[in-house]
């Protein structure tokens, strides 16, 4: 054999040294790639969270300059006005989320696991003042989403400083729905201030949210809402505080009854010698309950009054309406107010 030959040879890889060699690569691979992975889907994730969120705002904007944007009654009407600026295939109803949107979800920090068959109403996603239900939408670009639309929208159609985006509060899903569904990641929220039922506290199955304050509805809103709400007569006055409860709840079947009343008072008072139509007295308020529903002000010798489901007739030319009163050592279930009262609270069934 030539030396030359011989000096190429001796130069050359053997097997063993490219097996070697091809082993170290494989690890490296294994050890880096996943991560390149990752990080290319996650910036893919925020690109497409701006891409949407730009393009929204810029709808919101446009129907702002065209005095489109306030003035809806459901999320629905919105909805539908919102397609004219932005495509949307598909439009589901709050009782067909599912077919719009992913079946479960998983937000927050630990990555909690969410049934969006229950998310029904603006409270769902924390917002108990609006009372508007929920709608599933799906746009041409792949995102999915669930939409609730802010009745108390307002619009300047010479500002330019109005983005619309008060008006509205979205859980939006870039990757449809393939996975992961997970806040963060491919899912993100626009004024969801939590997401779920987020009960005050649960009661034989039932989703209680904490008591609340809350605003009237006008005589012509009443009539405008009196049958999509199960209102059976509107108040002759402008300011009807039962009613605000009624809307804010998105329904009088979301409304407490007497009965469910009577079951949070022996919850509250930590006993069961409450009758249904008689006084009961010498009770005392379980503070960590009263925490709960939000009814601290027991414990400082307050009343509290709440309105529950029933319209009770009129008086003097108002109409009255049930309520149930709270005192720190005495509860009452058998009560009515003029629906004008501005004094009482509201709570609701967080369905």
Same mark, same amino acid.
């Given at each position: 054999?030539? #030396?030359?030959?011989?000096? =190429?040879?001796?130069?050359?890889?053997? /097997?063993?040294?490219? /097996?070697?060699?091809?082993?170290?690569?494989?690890? !490296?691979?294994?050890?880096?790639?996943?991560?390149?992975? =990752?990080?290319?889907?996650?910036?893919?994730? =925020?690109?497409?969270?701006?891409?949407?969120?730009?393009?929204?705002?810029?709808?919101? #904007?446009?129907?702002?300059?065209?005095?489109?944007?306030?003035?809806?009654?459901?999320?629905?009407?919105?909805?539908?006005?919102?397609?004219?600026?932005?495509?949307?295939?598909?439009?589901?109803?709050?009782?067909?989320?599912?077919?719009?949107?992913?079946?479960?979800?998983?937000?927050?920090?630990?990555?909690?696991?969410? %049934?969006?068959?229950?998310?029904?109403?603006?409270?769902?996603?924390?917002? %108990?003042?609006?009372?508007?239900?929920?709608?599933?939408?799906?746009?041409?670009?792949?995102?999915?989403?669930?939409?609730?639309?802010?009745? @108390?929208?307002?619009?300047?159609?010479?500002?330019?400083?109005?983005?619309?985006?008060?008006?509205?509060?979205?859980?939006?899903?870039?990757?449809?729905? #393939?996975?992961?569904?997970?806040?963060?990641?491919?899912?993100?929220?626009?004024?969801?201030?939590?997401?779920?039922?987020?009960?005050?506290?649960?009661?034989?199955?039932?989703?209680?949210?904490?008591?609340?304050?809350?605003?009237?509805?006008?005589?012509?809103?009443?009539?405008?809402?009196?049958?999509?709400?199960?209102?059976?007569?509107? @108040?002759?006055?402008?300011?009807?505080?039962?009613?605000?409860?009624?809307?804010?709840?998105?329904?009088?079947?979301?409304?407490?009854?007497?009965?469910?009343? !009577?079951?949070?008072? #022996?919850?509250?008072?930590?006993?069961?010698?409450?009758?249904?139509?008689?006084?009961?007295?010498?009770?005392?308020? @379980?503070?960590?309950?009263?925490?709960?529903?939000?009814?601290?002000?027991?414990?400082?010798?307050?009343?509290?009054?709440?309105?529950?489901?029933?319209?009770?007739?009129?008086?003097?030319?108002?109409?009255?309406?049930? %309520?149930?009163?709270?005192?720190?050592?005495?509860?009452?279930?058998?009560?009515?107010?003029?629906?004008?009262?501005?004094?009482?609270?509201?709570?609701? !069934?967080?369905?």
């Amino acid at each position: 054999m030539g #030396k030359s030959l011989r000096k =190429q040879l001796k130069s050359a890889f053997t /097997l063993a040294e490219l /097996l070697i060699t091809l082993a170290i690569i494989g690890i !490296i691979a294994a050890l880096t790639i996943p991560t390149l992975i =990752q990080n290319y889907q996650e910036r893919a994730w =925020q690109t497409a969270s701006e891409v949407f969120e730009r393009k929204l705002e810029e709808s919101l #904007k446009v129907m702002n300059s065209q005095a489109t944007l306030a003035g809806y009654r459901t999320t629905a009407d919105f909805v539908d006005e919102l397609s004219k600026h932005m495509k949307i295939n598909k439009i589901c109803s709050n009782d067909e989320i599912t077919t719009c949107f992913a079946d479960k979800v998983y937000w927050g920090e630990e990555n909690e696991e969410i %049934d969006m068959t229950k998310i029904k109403t603006a409270s769902n996603f924390g917002i %108990d003042t609006w009372g508007t239900e929920t709608v599933g939408v799906q746009f041409a670009n792949g995102v999915t989403g669930v939409v609730a639309y802010n009745p @108390d929208c307002r619009q300047d159609p010479y500002s330019n400083q109005i983005t619309g985006t008060s008006c509205l509060a979205i859980l939006y899903d870039t990757s449809g729905f #393939k996975a992961p569904n997970t806040s963060d990641k491919d899912l993100h929220g626009i004024n969801i201030n939590r997401l779920g039922r987020s009960c005050a506290f649960s009661l034989n199955g039932v989703c209680f949210g904490k008591i609340f304050l809350p605003e009237s509805i006008t005589k012509a809103e009443c009539a405008e809402l009196k049958n999509d709400l199960g209102i059976s007569t509107c @108040d002759t006055q402008d300011k009807d505080y039962w009613g605000g409860v009624v809307k804010t709840c998105g329904g009088k079947q979301y409304v407490p009854s007497k009965n469910q009343m !009577i079951e949070i008072a #022996k919850y509250l008072y930590n006993t069961d010698d409450i009758v249904s139509n008689t006084s009961t007295e010498n009770l005392t308020v @379980d503070p960590e309950r009263a925490a709960q529903l939000g009814l601290t002000d027991l414990l400082n010798g307050q009343t509290i009054k709440i309105w529950i489901n029933r319209e009770a007739g009129s008086m003097f030319g108002s109409m009255i309406a049930d %309520d149930v009163i709270f005192e720190p050592t005495e509860f009452m279930p058998n009560a009515a107010t003029s629906r004008t009262n501005s004094g009482n609270y509201g709570m609701c !069934i967080i369905p």
